[in-house]
């Protein structure tokens, strides 16, 4: 019997369903080897029922809580697809603000009309299995962890920062360079391979921070390398504001 896979989509761009319709070499094999039940991006549902939820999108309306619990109630897996589920990403940059304030700025006069909470990861309100990090996730982590679900081996999801990634990648330190980029590495989970870095940009944390990050260590680095406190502690929170760890970063 092969597993019957679902595809859903809250408070997001989508950007990170786009990410498995591009891998257009392996699509088919995928699609062979589940039964694809519902995929917003890519289909209407044709089955109700499924065993494993890929669920995108952080959770920002009360009405998006109920959706959320009743895929968990039906999936023996879900997984975070993306930095939107399994941390909230940029769309918690709308938590510094009220709801009223965010709904009138957006809205104006429509406002009434429009329900909004503050964004959060999705596993602020289930259990979640697995996640996959990035924004937008890449082609290669979800293929690594789809290929761990069908064969029933634990994904891999380091919790060591990205510098690591970075030295086994021998790429020069952002810090190194004169291009003036401010880094998050030290603090930022790893699993992209180190992308950005790679690519001689700074990484800016859209995967979430590691166990027991020092924040204030990282928020004096960026200060000595030039970054105001305040541009820095933003820096920290523009893809992390929704998890706990940033509640207490000044
Ligand atoms: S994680 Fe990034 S790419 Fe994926 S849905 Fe959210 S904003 Fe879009
Ligand atoms: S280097 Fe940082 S910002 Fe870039 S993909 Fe990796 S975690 Fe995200």
Known sequence: MKPKVGFFSFTSCEGCQLQ???LEEQLLDIAGAVDLVTF???????????????VEGS?????????LEEIRSKADVVVALGACAASGCVNAIKNHFTSEENLREVYGESARYYDTIDARPIDAVVAVDYYLRTCPITREEFLRLFTSLLLARRPYDPNFAVCVECRLAENICVYDTDEGEFCMGPVTRAGCGALCPGFGSAC??????????????MLQVMEDY??????AVNRLKMFNAALPEAEGVK
């Not at 959770?59 to 959706?67: D, L």
């Not at 030039?226 to 541009?231: A, T």
């Open 20 to 22: 498995v319709l591009n």
């Open 40 to 54: 917003r991006e890519a289909m209407d549902p044709i089955d109700r029922d499924y065993d494993i939820a890929f």
């Open 59 to 67: 959770i920002s309306r009360e009405s998006e809580k109920v959706v």
């Open 204 to 217: 800016i944390g859209c995967r979430g921070f590691i166990e027991q990050a020092n924040f204030e260590s």
């Open 226 to 231: 030039g970054m105001p406190r305040e541009d």
